[in-house]
């Protein structure tokens, strides 16, 4: 069965640190990997998006890095400002026609 | 600001009413999707178009009816909703139909669905 699990379910951290959010998922066959940020009552917002030959992707303070033999990606924040507070989902294409599988998300949040 | 707009952002109908969700894109797209997201749950995929032609519908009851009717508009018209339909239902984007393969995709910011 086609699974995407994130960890943890969520996390608490002070303004400036780093943090790391996992993404393991068992999904065949694997097309790419994204990941998202939702904003409570927004849209998702794509952050990356990597195929099976790229180990790693960045986008301003975000570094995504995949293991295609270990099916695992993670989501690292450099530097975390109060706007990083959301949810950050991770979510995996079947390589086939629109099927994507979705993580249910790690939360967030950053303090002060 | 997303380029995906939805309107209206917020809903609140009763079980009999019907409504419709309009979503407008102007960025060429030629793939349009319309999700279900329930609280704290990521969100459920319902309907795709691909080059204005419906192409995938899982398996959503008939309550919910979309439609294209050009390139930029899609619509998901509403009849006879039950309270578990409450929800927020979100429309994306992608630049080119047949298959999300590697695409981005574009969210808009959703409509808030609530049945009475």
């Known amino acids: 069965k086609n699974q995407v699990e994130q960890s943890p379910q969520s996390l608490i951290i002070l303004e400036g640190k780093n943090c790391t959010l996992q993404c393991n998922y068992t999904v065949s066959p694997f097309s790419n990997l994204r990941w998202y940020k939702q904003d409570t009552g927004r849209g998702p917002v794509s952050l990356t998006i990597m195929t099976f030959s790229e180990n790693t992707k960045s986008n301003g303070r975000y570094t995504a890095t995949l293991d295609a033999d270990t099916k695992q990606s993670s989501l690292h924040i450099t530097a975390s400002q109060l706007s990083d507070s959301a949810s950050y989902i991770c979510v995996v294409s079947v390589d086939s026609n629109y099927q994507l599988i979705w993580g249910a998300g790690t939360k967030l949040i950053i303090k002060p | 600001d997303t380029e995906v707009t939805q309107t209206p952002k917020h809903l609140v109908m009763g079980m009999t009413n019907k409504k419709s969700l309009k979503c407008e894109q102007h960025m060429g797209h030629r793939a349009m999707y319309w999700y279900k997201q329930k609280a704290k749950k990521p969100p459920e995929l319902m309907f795709v178009y691909s080059y204005e032609k419906l192409s995938i519908n899982e398996s959503v009851p008939s309550r919910f009816s979309p439609e294209c009717p050009n390139s930029s508009l899609l619509n998901l018209h509403l009849h006879a909703l039950q309270p578990e339909d409450s929800a927020l239902y979100l429309c994306?984007?992608?630049?080119w139909g047949g298959g999300v393969g590697n695409q981005p995709q574009h969210f808009g910011d959703g409509t808030r669905l609530s049945i009475l």
């Open positions: 994306a984007s992608s630049p």
